[in-house]
């Protein structure tokens, strides 16, 4: 059955592209449905919800897209530097990341700043929300990686890394997560917060997605795609995607296999059919456009579920055993998240009707 969807990229030129895919196993089309300026310097970051798109920028706004009404939805304009990063939590929250060293959650419903967390000395250059809405880990240019407890906003853990992290990433069921530093992967496990094994990239590293609990792509500053098995530790699959450095990597489920979507500083975007086996052989393309702009940053669209990967149980344990114990409560990924990000911030939208402070 053939299933619409949406790739949306940001680019230097400050442009945001949207193209409307239709998948079918016979053929796959896409169209340009979208361009839009509404950013003054390039763009720099891009997620996508349900409803929503949002893109960031080195002009130190975050700019809203109602993807349903099709329409602009107003500004976010509570960092003072670069949007380094973002990320939609469900539905209902949204974070982002600053070179003003803060991570701000966001309501979706008002579009207001719950939170305000002064998370690094330094810029903020990733974050990654647990499946379960509860955790949030950040890494930043003071060399640090922390975890962040979202239900009070305050920081759990500090860990010192030598160097400045370029990316953290859960893997999609909370066991793991990966630390990105210049050309290497390092692979932690989350029960004990220490690294299990480092892969080496030929290149430095500039995006990395998780295809399954497992499988990570892995992109950079070469033309080259490579996949990692991060159980078997070792390199399972490569191939030359575009013909200059990968920036951006993202993928999505059909029903037996996975599509990664790639776009390159050679302005194309490209959307490529992978099995996932034992053995992950070289993915076929099915798609590709050619946007004419140096693109930065990517996010898939979907009208009806963006996060459908998952549907396993989160993670029951981690460092400590009170962050174990809340993250075993709910035993599904999809978890009403009203109730735990930062549920002592949200005084106006709760049903309670006690006095508050």
Request: charged share 25%; proline share 2%.
């Amino acid at each position: 059955m053939a299933a619409v969807l949406e790739l949306i990229a940001g680019s230097y030129e400050q442009i945001t592209f949207g193209y409307r895919v239709k998948t079918d196993e016979k053929e796959w089309t896409a169209k340009a449905d979208f361009t839009h300026h509404a950013h003054t310097a390039s763009i720099s970051a891009v997620a996508a919800s349900e409803r929503f798109v949002v893109t960031g920028s080195k002009d130190e706004t975050i700019q809203l897209y109602d993807m349903k009404k099709k329409t602009e939805h107003g500004a976010l304009l509570h960092h003072d530097g670069t949007i380094t990063c973002l990320e939609f939590y469900g539905t209902s929250h949204l974070l982002s990341g600053g070179e003003d060293g803060l991570i701000c959650v966001w309501s979706t419903k008002k579009w207001e700043c719950l939170k305000s967390i002064k998370a690094h000395k330094g810029h903020v250059t990733s974050l990654s929300v647990h499946p379960s809405g509860k955790l949030v880990l950040s890494v930043g240019t003071d060399k640090t990686l922390r975890t962040w407890n979202l239900i009070n906003g305050r920081s759990a853990f500090i860990k010192n890394i030598k160097q400045n992290a370029q990316i953290v990433k859960w893997s999609p069921d909370g066991a793991k997560y990966v630390v990105v530093v210049n050309d290497k992967v390092n692979i932690y496990d989350l029960e004990t917060a220490s690294v299990t094994a480092t892969i080496t990239n030929p290149q430095r590293i500039s995006c990395v997605k998780f295809l399954n609990n497992s499988i990570l792509t892995v992109a950079g500053d070469d033309e080259i795609v490579r996949l990692c098995d991060t159980g078997k530790e070792k390199w399972v699959c490569e191939f030359k995607a575009h013909e200059t450095r990968v920036k951006s990597v993202e993928s999505f489920c059909m029903e037996d296999y996975c599509v990664i979507v790639t776009a390159s500083n050679d302005g194309f975007i490209k959307m490529w059919k992978l099995h996932l086996k034992e053995e992950p052989e070289s993915p076929t393309l099915l798609w590709e456009v050619n946007t004419e702009a140096r693109v930065t940053c990517l996010a898939v669209w979907k009208p009806s579920s963006v996060q459908q990967m998952i549907e396993e149980p989160a993670a029951e344990a981690t460092t400590s055993e009170e962050l174990a114990q809340e993250l075993s409560k709910k035993k599904r990924v999809k978890i009403s998240t009203e109730e735990v990000v930062l549920e002592d911030e949200s005084k106006p939208k709760k049903k309670k009707k006690g006095g508050g402070k």
